[in-house]
């Protein structure tokens, strides 16, 4: 294992993991200290209804934003690094243009869709003008090009600020709320000004940055890809992955609430906060590992070990993280959110099975990427969201909340299984004088 850490593209990724770990192990504790807050004033039927306005918007934005930062960390890092900044600048400016049309197109479309969707959603008809005014946030919510520009330029100690600046600007602001026990229209107010004023941090980031590296000259959103080879194809294919991505997130809470309950959704979301601290290393490290991917020569060994290194590495972090919340999971939610989530625990006990397969996961979608094949995590994600969607009215019709969990296990499990049985075929694609005798023995 100690030759691992004399390759510069390891020593890379784990430097870029430690800043965006640092960053989110900081912004954790304000988060899981926020909900808590919110969750023991509002109770699981009013931290449920917070949840769903805010779930509707990034469910909307996550269904219609193109992933930018994909393009630009596709066309752009490699040039970049060689000296080359056209094609950066190309890819930036595609990025910006993305970000414009799906930013101010999900935002009217979310809105038109809310009188039609809200009810079934379980979202009041009080909540439904504050939940019209949140959608207002979708453009900002966008800030791929943003992103992808710091990834590009390796400055993941910029992107690490973003968390813990939204994080700990709403863990103060709650906690004024908390005291003077206010109402639900207050925490959604929190909830959205901090949401901008993150997006606002890392746009403001991201143009310092390329003023300072003499890169804003010439960059103007536009929709024409000149010179990216297949940039549109790229664009659609990310774009699509990312969209049934989002089932697994914010519109898996909006199906809760809508097939159970508000404080089903409420009970959910607390379960799956501890889940996402299990899963946090191994959501750093694919960050870390994307941009690294995307400068190896996809015709080489490299990429394949260092996808297998990241994902040795990636499962020994979290094995350990889950080990935690499997022995005090329970004793954490009472401790945290309050007795009256105790009823989140058997959800809990199921969910703990997704951080195993996101270490087997993570690298494997730059992987594709790196490889010219976007298509494969896509046809993955949607075999595994479409068992998800599925399965999910049948089994939280049989096992209630616990069925929702079982739902999205199953759903992330098929989707593991089809990226991993294209890739042993991509693998064994390769020119064996190029990959070499098992890609230089894998690990080696």
């Known amino acids: 294992m100690k030759r691992w850490f004399e390759d510069q593209a390891m020593r890379s990724i784990l430097r870029n993991t430690s800043f965006l770990g640092l960053s989110k192990g900081t912004a954790a504790v304000a988060s899981l200290a926020v909900l808590a807050l919110a969750a023991r004033d509002l109770g699981p039927t009013g931290v449920g209804f917070l949840l769903l306005v805010h779930s ?6 996550s269904l219609t934003h193109f992933q930018s930062w994909q393009v630009i960390v596709r066309y752009g890092s490699r040039p970049l690094a060689e000296g080359d900044s056209e094609p950066f600048r190309r890819a930036v400016s595609f990025a910006l243009g993305l970000d414009l049309l799906t930013g101010i197109g ?12 809200a009810g079934w959603f379980g979202i009041p008809e009080d909540l439904r003008t504050p939940a019209l005014i949140y959608c207002l946030l979708i453009p900002t919510m966008a800030s791929g090009a943003a992103n992808g520009v710091l990834r590009a330029l390796d400055r993941f100690d910029l992107i690490a600020w973003q968390s813990p600046i939204d994080a700990y600007a709403r863990l103060v602001l709650v906690v004024g709320a908390y005291l003077i026990d206010a109402p639900l229209l207050v925490y959604l107010v929190i909830w959205a000004s901090t949401d901008l004023l993150g997006d606002l941090y890392l746009w403001s980031a991201a143009v310092r940055e390329l003023r300072k590296r003499g890169l804003l000259k010439g ?46 959704t409420g009970l959910y979301r607390v379960a799956s906060s501890l889940i996402d601290a299990v899963q946090s290393p191994i959501d750093l490290m694919a960050k870390a590992v994307h941009p690294e991917l995307m400068r190896q020569d996809p ?52 969910l703990l099975i997704l951080p195993v397969i996101a270490t087997l996961a993570f690298p494997l979608p730059a992987m594709f990427y790196s490889l010219g094949r976007p298509g494969g995590p896509l046809v993955a994600n949607i075999l595994g969201a479409l068992v998800f969607v599925g399965s999910l009215p049948f089994l939280t019709g049989t096992y209630d909340l616990m069925g929702a969990g079982m739902a999205l296990v199953l759903g992330r499990l098929v989707s593991l299984l089809v990226m991993g049985a294209q890739l042993f075929f991509l693998y064994h694609q390769q020119p064996r004088a190029k990959v070499g005798v098992e890609a230089e023995r894998q690990l080696g």
């Open 56 to 61: 509707y918007a990034m469910a909307a934005s």
């Open 219 to 264: 960059l103007w959103p536009t929709l024409r890809p000149a010179g990216l080879d297949g940039g549109w194809r790229f664009a659609v294919a990310v774009n699509l992955t990312a969209s049934v991505n989002s089932a697994w997130g914010p519109v898996a809470r909006l199906l809760v609430g809508g097939l159970l309950s508000p404080a089903a």
């Open 106 to 117: 999900g935002m009217l479309l979310a809105m038109a869709l809310l009188p039609l969707l």
């Open 299 to 350: 015709s080489s060994a490299r990429p394949w070990r260092l996808m297998l290194r990241t994902m040795v590495l990636g499962t020994l972090v979290a094995l350990l993280a889950w080990g935690l919340i499997s022995l005090f999971g329970k004793q954490l939610l009472v401790l945290v959110f309050g007795p009256q989530f105790a009823p989140a625990a058997p959800l809990l006990s199921v």
